[in-house]
C-alpha cells in the first residue's frame, strides 16, 4: 500500500521477477502514461479502481500528470500459476500486461486486504496465501490464454530478445534452461514449449548451436587447444565439446581447425 502526495508529473518504473497487481483505491491522475518492453501501451486517465497487472521481468515505465493517489499492490509468484497449466485440458499460459482495467473482483479482494491490515495492523500469512492462490487462478481464466484460445503457445519477441541476449552474454559459463525461464517468468515446461514453438528448436539445441557457433570463430581466429576452446564455450570437458561440435558441423573441431587454416 502506498501514497502519493499531489505533484505535477511523477515519473517511475517497475521492473520485479514477480507478477504484479496494481489497484488505485483513491484519488488518481490526470494523464497517465505507461510503457513496457513487452509492447503494452496506454494513455489515459488514472481512476479510483482502475486494475493493472504487470507480468514478471516485464519493465514497466509509467509517467503520471497532476496526480494525487493511494494504491496497492500484490506480488504473484509465477509458480502460482504452474499447477493450472494442464487443468481442465487447458494451458493457463502468459498474461499479458493491462493497465487501467476495470474489475471489480479484483478491487474487493485487494480492498479487504487493505481493510483486514487498517484493522489489526498486519495480515495472516496463511490467509495471504490463499488469497493468493485465488487471485492467480482467477487471473490466469479471465486474462489468460487457453490452448483453444492459441494454436501456438509461442515466447513474445521480448522474451525471444532476453533469453537470446543472456545466452550470448554467458556463452562460456553453465546456463540452465531453469534460469532462462526465471529471468522471463515463466515456468521451465512451458518455456521449453514456447521456445520450441517460436524458433523450431528446444532451448538446450539452441544454448549448443551458440556454443558451438562461438567456438567455430575461435578455431578460425586462434590457436587455442581444443581443451581450451571447451572450457570457453561453457563445456566442463573437452570430450563433450568435441561430440556436440562434431553432430552440429560434421567434423571433429581438430578437423575444422585444419581446414580452416
Known sequence: MGHRAYARAV???IHTPYHLVLVTLQGGARELEVATD????YRGPERPGAVSFVPAHCERRVRMHDVELDWASIALKPALFDPMVEEGGRRACEIAPFSNTDDSFVVALVGELVRLHDAH???DRAYCET??????????RRYGHSA???REWKLSPWRVRRITEYVDAHIGCEIAIAD???????SSGHLHRAFRATLGVTPLSYIHEKRIEHAISILASEDAAIAEVALRV??????QFSRVFRRLTGVPPSKFRAGAG
Open 38 to 41: 513487452c509492447g503494452h501501451r
Open 11 to 13: 515519473e517511475g518504473m
Open 234 to 239: 561453457g563445456y566442463l570437458s573437452a570430450g
Open 180 to 186: 532462462l525461464a526465471q529471468l522471463v517468468g515463466v
Open 148 to 150: 483453444t484460445q492459441r
Open 121 to 123: 495492523g498486519r495480515l
Open 131 to 140: 488469497m493468493a492462490h485465488a487471485l492467480a487462478s482467477y487471473l490466469a
